[in-house]
């Protein structure tokens, strides 16, 4: 459940040509075998750290990460979250009884973060959840907390009593937060090449009903991949969103329903960084007869080999019973952070 939401988050919510840092902070009720609090943070599509309630250690998940911070940065994310922890748990019990739900698996939830934009504007969100709902959000231009449902105005009037609560949290998603993407990002940028151009396919599907246009290995993140028909823009594409390569790279695979009787001509077009003008990529629709002729040879040859090796094993059987015995083998073969507060 918890990889399907950051999932859901991580493919929406943002621009591809923006910067954003996110942390996901997940308690959950005690379950055999699963942790009961767990915290990953992201820059853009990245994940750089993770903590767990079993290892009760922050840790890095981006090589530019750990040498972009000293020990002392790992310790003291340790000593914070292992504070939020006990709150998250504390959490648990409190919105159970307040809920009337103090049997079965519950889930207590928060997301927080900000963007930077390529046109110099910042946002910032704070959400918290319960059993994947909207519990409670901070609104940080009213500085007032805001819930949808009845059972979350005890918290709302508890916290927005709490002047020094709200000014920290407007503080750090207006300017903390944005401080730290800075540095994240130019950490991250130091590792990688500036601009590195993406290899671009076009297919079509065997029945030629849908076309996917597939960018990989490229640096930054930010690109626009579009599908065109005689030069108009498709707007009903499908995508999963920018993921992360490996190697710190990034893929985007766009896809679209297409008629195969529709003789229009289909085209994809990138725009990246690394490129120094935009990639047009055309459908070549005459790539398919020829790979059908090579799929058939390949059949027949198979065919062939199986009636040549099928006579010389009549033929061995058949010299064998004339008193021809072929010598024998042997039989035995050889293989070669600012969440923490109570509800």
Not at 10 to 21: D, E, I, P, R, V
Not at 97 to 118: P, W
Not at 151 to 169: E, N, S, V
């Amino acid at each position: 459940m918890l990889r399907l939401l950051l999932m859901t988050l991580l493919c929406g919510g943002f621009s591809a040509a923006s910067h954003s840092l996110r942390y996901f902070y997940t308690a959950v009720s005690p379950v055999p075998d699963v942790p009961e609090f767990v915290t990953v943070g992201y820059v853009d599509e990245e994940p750089i750290d993770y903590y767990d309630s079993e290892t009760r250690r922050t840790v890095p998940r981006q090589q530019w990460m750990e040498k972009s911070q000293g020990p002392d940065y790992w310790e003291g994310e340790t000593q914070n979250l292992r504070g939020d922890e006990q709150v998250f748990k504390a959490n648990i019990q409190i919105l159970e009884e307040r809920t009337n739900q103090t049997g079965g698996v519950h889930t207590y939830q928060v997301m927080y973060g900000c963007e930077l934009r390529d046109d110099g504007s910042i946002s910032g969100f704070c959400q918290f959840g319960w059993d994947g709902d909207d519990l409670i959000s901070f609104d940080k231009d009213q500085e007032v907390w805001v819930t949808p449902v009845t059972w979350g105005q005890l918290t709302k009037y508890k916290w927005d009593r709490d002047t020094a609560m709200i000014q920290d949290w407007k503080i750090y998603l207006e300017q903390t937060c944005i401080t730290w993407l800075k540095k994240y990002v130019q950490a991250g940028q130091a590792q990688h090449k500036p601009g590195v151009s993406p290899e671009v396919s076009f297919t079509s599907s065997a029945d030629g009903r849908q076309l996917a246009c597939k960018a990989t290995g490229f640096y930054p993140q930010a690109i626009d991949v579009t599908l065109l028909q005689d030069d108009r823009v498709l707007g009903e594409t499908r995508s999963h969103g920018i993921l992360p390569n490996h190697d710190g790279t990034y893929q985007l695979t766009r896809r679209v329903e297409v008629d195969p009787s529709d003789p229009a001509q289909f085209s994809c077009r990138i725009e990246h960084r690394g490129l120094d003008e935009p990639l047009l990529l055309f459908l070549d629709r005459k790539a398919g007869p020829p790979v059908l002729i090579i799929v058939v040879v390949v059949v027949l040859l198979i065919l062939v080999a199986i009636t040549v090796i099928g006579g010389f094993i009549w033929w061995k059987k058949k010299a064998g019973s004339n008193g021809y015995n072929p010598t024998k083998t042997s039989e035995k073969g050889e293989s070669s952070s600012n969440s923490s507060a109570t509800a």
